[in-house]
């Protein structure tokens, strides 16, 4: 085991290169660049035995990732804001293909105006594409997270991308202590990828010619399933993962002192991190709160929330709307919970970059908890204090 | 090679679901069995993709993979890096259409080109969206009607040859159904040149053009009849005409008039009638004296 000091991009590329990525296709954009870069550095220097594809848009980059993919070689690919709604199409494609892809977005907004701040538009809009998508909230979690996505994503019954997100800035360009195990240790959790189909001129298929209805409806419910399948299989394989490195970032979900908790506040990525800083505080004033950080947003945690009492009340933070909706996490957290008596509040926050400090967060479960909150509140003023809700 | 000389084996099945009369069949049929068993397919949303047939089954002996209409080129580098990576040597193909060629795909393949991707990008052009239902493409010619051009399309197809050389591809070449020993040599030739190739074939679409589907063949071989269409092979940037094409260049033959091409398709059936558009007709014939013209300068 190594102990380094790197940004998560780094660590991303890190982390390809410790899966023996075999091809990485890949292009530019603001804040995903240093993770093209440094991959290519590695190919270039040698420490890195991958083909780089250096693609002209990322609508390729998914394309030739599928194409690599199809071949039966582990594959990675980068991404963040408009690159990942260019590839929007590609997405779709890589998971009715069934291709094990997994890659890293870097959640930044979407302009206009131009914005490369940190939220989670870009990701919940490929919420339906069939990815699974963790959400990370440490650089160690970003490199732990990668190795474990291939395990999860190559596995016979799932068989499905995975994107792996982290959030502009805050985790892509701010260096922090990662230990990176040593390489037997790795290739022993991870071994060579195993097709479950390949394109062999040995073995001529016709993969994804016209396809009939029925066919078509059972396909999408075996994605269904894969997907529902991978929820046992995201702990198990994080448990795996703690047993030889030690580390460990939560299953499906990170539980902070929610086990007792009057008052949980459900996050993801960084956002999380920063609720549990938040919950340090409440707790030394005497307030029962607990944290749930999403780690997987798809598979979404529907059992793991369920266990909270019916009496917890839930205070769910989103950096992503869904317009003439609500908040995305909000809508998933209500959904999960339907028919049960849960007091449910929504906060958008954070959008465009705005900072969601622990102060923030302390305010907004007092909020809750003194009956002053709405069902849906909006982060408000300057200075990241909350100064009202609409 | 005579035509009774080519590999027996048939790699595009029986069975397919192409129209009768389809030229796009005919170049599968002569491609594939000038690049053999060893041959990966990547297909974006054009009539081929309906040509394979539906699930479970397909019409082709070699592996296909689907891909979207904008990203075959883009799909074709990262099939070759995975092969590359396995130490294979299986030649990679694009087989697509002219709107995936001319339009919606042309920055892929301009990156694919770029890049130096070894592979081989075949266009069958039929000169439209046939596949859709007959609308204009960025290869619909002058004075075509189509279903989003009502009254005939008012500019001229793009130069996608020019395009092809301007990056500098070891080889490129044009060919057509109706000539398929041609097209069989010229496939050959491509297989066997690394890097990234380009070849066009013209393939006529009896419901997209409006004729008889028992004259493909020949309204193939009419269009270098009469020099709407070349064959050419351009390697490290010069220009060759091959066939009657090169006959028409040298002056060896006279060229068939342009009207017999015309008036033989139902897409131009404006031009002749309630009345004869004398404007539009010289405007044709203009554009094909004048592609000839450059031709004759050692151009495009």
Known sequence: ?390 | MPLRDLSKEELYLPGSAACAGCGDGIALRIALKALGKDTIFTVPACCTSVIESSYPNTSFGIPVMNIAFAASAACASGIRAGLRRQGKETQVVVWAGDGATYDIGVASLSGAWERETDFLYICYNNQMYSNTGIQRSGATPFGAWTTTTWKGKEESEKDMIAIAMAHHLPYIATATIGYPEDLHRKVQKAKSIPGPKYIEILSPCPPGWRYDMSKTVEMSKLSIATGVWALLEVEEGNITFNGRSKAILEGKIKPKPVEDWLSGQGRFAHLFKPKRDEERIKKFEEIIDQKWQRHREGKL
């Open chain 1, 1 to 390: 085991m190594k102990l380094i000091m790197d940004t998560a991009n780094h660590i991303a590329g890190e982390a390809a290169k410790a899966a023996r990525a075999e091809v990485v296709a890949a292009y530019p954009i603001t804040p995903q660049t240093t993770v093209v870069e440094y991959i290519q550095k590695l190919i270039s220097n040698g420490e890195f035995d991958a083909d780089f594809i250096c693609v002209e848009s990322e609508h390729s980059a998914m394309a030739a990732t599928i194409g690599a993919s199809a071949t039966g070689v582990r594959t990675f690919t980068a991404t963040s804001s408009h690159g990942l709604l260019y590839m929007h199409e590609m997405l779709h494609w890589a998971a009715l293909a069934r291709l094990p892809i997994v890659m890293v977005n870097i959640n930044r907004t979407i302009g206009p105006g131009w914005n490369i701040w940190a939220d989670h538009q870009d990701s919940m809009a490929q919420r339906d594409t069939g990815w699974l998508q963790f959400h990370c909230g440490s650089n160690q979690e970003v490199f732990d997270t990668v190795i474990q996505s291939y395990k999860i994503a190559e596995a016979e019954e799932i068989q499905l991308p995975i994107m792996v997100n982290f959030d502009a800035f805050i985790l892509s360009h701010t260096s922090m202590p990662v230990s990176i195990p040593d390489q037997p240790v790795i290739d022993k959790f991870l071994p060579k990828r195993k097709p479950v189909w390949k394109l062999d001129s040995s073995d001529p298929l016709t993969h994804g010619n016209i396809i009939p209805p029925d066919p078509y409806l059972e396909i999408r419910k075996s994605m269904q399933e894969s997907q529902d399948k991978a929820r046992d299989l995201i702990r198990t394989t994080a448990e795996e993962w703690k047993k030889l490195t030690g580390f460990w970032h939560g299953g499906t979900v990170e539980e902070y002192r929610a086990e007792d908790a009057d008052l949980v506040v459900l996050a993801m990525g960084t956002l999380g991190s920063e609720a549990k800083v938040a919950v340090d505080r409440l707790r030394k004033e005497r307030i029962k709160a607990g944290v749930f950080r999403i780690r997987s947003f798809r598979p979404f945690p529907i059992d793991e929330i369920k266990k909270l009492s019916e009496e917890t009340k839930l205070v769910v933070v989103d950096k992503a709307l869904s317009f003439g909706g609500e908040g995305v996490l909000y809508s998933e957290v209500k959904s999960a919970l339907y028919g049960r008596k849960n007091e449910i509040f929504g906060w958008i926050a954070g959008l465009g970059g705005k900072d969601v400090s622990w102060q923030d967060l302390v305010q907004m479960v007092k909020a809750v908890k003194d009956g002053k909150a709405k069902p849906v509140n909006w982060q408000k003023g300057g200075k990241g204090a909350i100064t009202g809700f609409i």
